[in-house]
């Protein structure tokens, strides 16, 4: 079955440079969201989109935007990137048949020095 | 606040033994679902297992199984056969409200299943 596909796998920055995530949700899912996920910490949610609009924000560092294009990838964009953005962001994908299952992909480990 | 709470950081079973893992979370609402969501050291979140609130039934999959208590809003979960393929971070989770809603996670249960 297909699944969530995140590029790049793994990404190095530099302080203050910007950084690009993408996401391709499973075939036939709406409803996108990404996570972050810093070393020996839960999942922490950032963004979701719904039919390609934004429906619900968590704590996103206003350095970072998303959205989501007209066939359902998303992509995380994020400037001027500092050492605490180091962690894996995930990208999950949801359908309201699904009854709330969100189903991730591999993840981008984003290293910033 | 929504919150979920692991009060297990770190648990340790014998191979074919079986664990429970323990969660509880705090809402005011009454439409919710619950997740528990499996990371092993590849960290690729891998969905266990999920229930919704309005159903009573104890969900099954396979190996694992929950013990939902509403009234309690406590959401365990059971291991049987442990295999070491198991040994990986669980974590709880849990979405408020609709069902595209974002998951809210507790810290995890480090479980290490040893031969």
């Known amino acids: 079955a297909a699944g969530v596909i995140q590029s790049p796998r793994h990404l190095i920055k530099e302080k203050r440079e910007t950084a690009t995530l993408k996401c391709y949700p499973i075939p036939r899912h709406d409803t996108v969201y990404w996570y972050q996920q810093g070393p020996g910490q839960d999942p922490q949610f950032l963004i979701s989109f719904y039919e390609k609009m934004q429906s619900d924000k968590g704590s996103i560092p206003d350095r970072f935007s998303a959205q989501q294009f007209s066939d359902y990838h998303s992509e995380l964009n994020m400037s001027s990137l500092e050492l605490g953005d180091s962690a894996l962001y995930f990208c999950a994908s949801s359908t309201r048949a699904l009854a709330g299952a969100q189903y991730f992909g591999p993840g981008t480990r984003l290293t910033v020095l | 606040a929504q919150t979920v709470t692991q009060s297990q950081p770190e648990m340790s079973v014998q191979e074919a033994e079986t664990v429970t893992l323990s969660c509880t979370y705090d809402?005011?609402?009454?439409?919710?679902?619950l997740f528990w969501y499996k990371q092993p050291p590849s960290r690729q979140m891998i969905l266990v297992i999920r229930?919704?609130?309005?159903?009573?039934q104890n969900a099954t999959e396979n190996r694992f199984s929950v013990n939902f208590q509403k009234a309690a809003k406590s959401f365990s979960l059971k291991i049987s056969d442990s295999q070491l393929g198991d040994t990986a971070m669980y974590f709880c989770?849990?979405?408020?409200?609709?069902?595209?809603?974002?998951?809210?996670f507790g810290t995890g249960t480090l479980l290490a299943v040893q031969p």
């Open positions: 989770a849990f979405i408020n409200g609709g069902a595209t809603n974002k998951l809210i």
């Open positions: 229930q919704e609130a309005y159903k009573q």
């Open positions: 809402t005011s609402e009454s439409n919710y679902y």
